[in-house]
């Protein structure tokens, strides 16, 4: 009995700081390949971007054909530097992204293709997790789970 209630002391905060950070279900701990409901192509103008180090992750917004602002993750910052990747205010861009499931309206880059640069740097692999990790570089890496018709913003 003593060793169930030590086995309990020592796993509780553990379980409940997982609880506590939104692991639970889904695709959360990048398990499974991305499902193309999650998936959107962003089109647009570069009009703000957050990427600097120590200032959080980095983050663009897009404004779109119709006008639309759309807020995307970019990062993480290290494939930015990795790939020596940069992408300037008024640049046209092409952004694959997914929709992240602790906030469904937050959406996370996959690939990013700069038109006026004519560069593109991908960040995630078909599971949504970042390239630059060393995570999840088994025989599909570089497939990144983008559905034949992808919905358009």
Do not use: I, Y
């Given at each position: 009995m003593k060793r169930y209630i030590l086995v309990t002391l020592v796993l509780l905060p553990f379980i409940v700081s997982l609880e506590a950070q939104g692991w639970?279900?889904?695709n959360r701990l990048c398990t499974e390949p991305l499902k193309s409901e999650d998936l959107r192509v962003i089109q647009?103008?570069?009009e703000e971007l957050q990427l600097e180090a120590g200032k959080g992750m980095p983050t663009m917004v897009i404004k779109g054909g119709?006008?639309?602002?759309?807020p995307i993750l970019v990062g993480p910052y290290s494939a930015w530097l990795d790939k020596q990747f940069s992408?300037?205010?008024g640049d046209q861009v092409t952004v694959n992204a997914f929709s992240c499931l602790r906030n469904t309206e937050t959406l996370a880059a996959i690939e990013i293709v700069n038109k006026t640069q004519r560069t593109q740097?991908?960040?995630r692999d078909e599971y949504?997790?970042?390239l630059?990790?060393?995570?999840g570089r088994g025989p599909r890496m570089g497939c990144l789970g983008r559905p034949a018709q992808p919905a358009k913003q």
């Open positions: 639970r279900g889904g647009g103008t570069v119709d006008g639309s602002l759309v992408v300037e205010k740097l991908a960040l949504g997790r970042p630059s990790r060393g995570r």
